[in-house]
């Protein structure tokens, strides 16, 4: 019996559908049909997926599954192939492969033989406008899979250099042996990268300005699709990574104006590592009276907790650590210097804690924090954390006295 997955792309400016069939032998066929057109997908895209059927003489009740390039991308166009993978199998009562359009890149990149160094590492980075780009990058594997190094970010798109040359330098990062591989229409936003990286000492190979692709999604899907990688379609979503891309009446009337930076901008993360502690712990005793110290940084890693650092431009600005128990991720410690609060750096550690939360299959995220501290109960509250619970004179207080911890949760599936 044959197996057949719709996928569509619309992250972008290409407006595309694939069907991929693998038969009962194993022998696999692909379709395509696309159109090229800014602020067209919602028309074009349910014509494109009938007409592409009928070539080949199916309904849609012959699907097994929809998958469609979550982003990160354009608002209107994720929403577009979201919504319609969503309402086709809400009505086929079939599930969805949400995939990484970024990995796409990367995975067109090699399947039109890129980079004659075959273990190249790709750095995807595509036009996210307002001059910033949308990064990511990926180690391959075998069997045309990747490992993600660097989950989507949006980042400047002046800095691009800066973040290659801190991550080529990072614990469990990039390496340019064999060469790095740049890819993605966003290169020519960055027409003196080549230099700079020379000039840093640091070797890349540039590669073409590709753009996602329904193929490549639907490649991609297939085998999550069949190892269980799928969402029922109302947990289907599409990935932002700019939260903001406009100010609202009420804020304009405050005197803003024009575009926001996005949150974030500029941030990279890497693994924290033990010559991350000293420069940790003095974020940490600049924002708390009772602070964690080097060497309970040092301990943390040694135990086998998942320390991250957050830097922008050589310097560690931010930093998390999870433990992460059999049942729940528990975040013990999290903070930012004061001159970067409120630019994104706390959200992208939150977003990343939980992305290694969920790749565990862990239901939730579990922290402490002092009711004093309304500011952090706020970034809580604001990311989803409710209170569930209060530890009594949990954190020593001022004057020997000891202060209540409230105990909050994030539930992350809903399977939990």
Avoid at 135 to 153: E, F, I, N, S
Avoid at 165 to 171: F, N
Avoid at 318 to 333: R, Y
Wanted: hydrophobic share 45%; charged share 20%; with cysteine.
């Amino acid at each position: 019996m044959s197996l057949h997955l719709l996928a569509l792309e619309t992250s972008g400016s290409l407006c595309s559908v694939a069907l991929v069939s693998r038969r009962a032998d194993g022998q696999i066929s692909i379709s395509r049909a696309e159109h090229d057109g800014t602020g067209e997908h919602a028309e074009r895209l349910l014509p494109l997926v009938d007409g592409l059927l009928a070539e080949r003489g199916l309904g849609r009740t012959a699907l097994s599954a929809v998958a469609f390039g979550q982003g990160p991308g354009g608002f209107t166009g994720l929403r577009v192939a979201c919504g319609v993978a969503q309402g086709m199998a809400f009505a086929l009562e079939i599930p969805v492969v949400p995939v990484d359009s970024l990995m796409a890149v990367a995975h067109r990149d090699r399947a039109n033989g890129g980079a004659p160094a075959h273990g190249s590492q790709r750095v995807v980075v595509q036009d996210a406008r307002m001059g910033e780009l949308y990064l990511a990058a990926y180690a391959p594997g075998g069997d045309d899979t990747w490992h993600t190094v660097q989950a989507p970010m949006l980042l400047a798109a002046e800095d691009l250099h800066l973040w290659i040359e801190q991550a080529l330098g990072a614990p469990a990062g990039l390496t340019d042996d064999p060469p790095l591989r740049l890819i993605g229409d966003g290169l020519p936003l960055c027409p003196q990268l080549e230099d700079q990286l020379l000039q840093a000492g640091r070797q890349a190979e540039f590669g073409p300005p590709l753009r996602p692709d329904a193929v490549a999604i639907g490649r991609l899907a297939l085998p999550m699709f069949q190892a269980g990688q799928h969402v029922d379609p109302e947990f289907a979503a599409p990935l932002y990574v700019r939260d903001k891309v406009a100010f609202t009446t009420h804020e304009r009337a405050q005197g803003m104006g024009g575009n926001p930076k996005a949150a974030g901008l500029g941030i990279a993360l890497r693994p924290m590592g033990q010559g991350d502690v000293e420069a940790v712990a003095r974020i940490e005793a600049s924002v708390q009276d009772f602070p964690w110290t080097v060497g309970n940084f040092s301990d943390g890693l040694k135990a086998g907790y998942s320390g991250w650092v957050a830097h922008r431009q050589g310097r560690v600005v931010g930093f998390s650590m999870t433990l992460f128990a059999p049942d729940v991720a528990h975040l013990l410690v999290i903070a930012v210097v004061p001159e970067a609060h409120r630019e994104g750096v706390g959200t992208a550690l939150i977003r990343h804690c939980e992305k290694e939360a969920r790749e565990r299959g862990l239901p939730a995220v579990l922290l402490e924090v002092r009711p004093s501290n309304t500011n952090a109960l706020a970034f809580y509250h604001r990311h989803g954390f409710e209170q569930v619970a209060v530890r009594k004179d949990y954190y020593p207080a001022a004057g020997g006295r000891r202060e209540d911890a409230c105990v909050m949760r994030k539930m992350l599936s809903h399977d939990a």
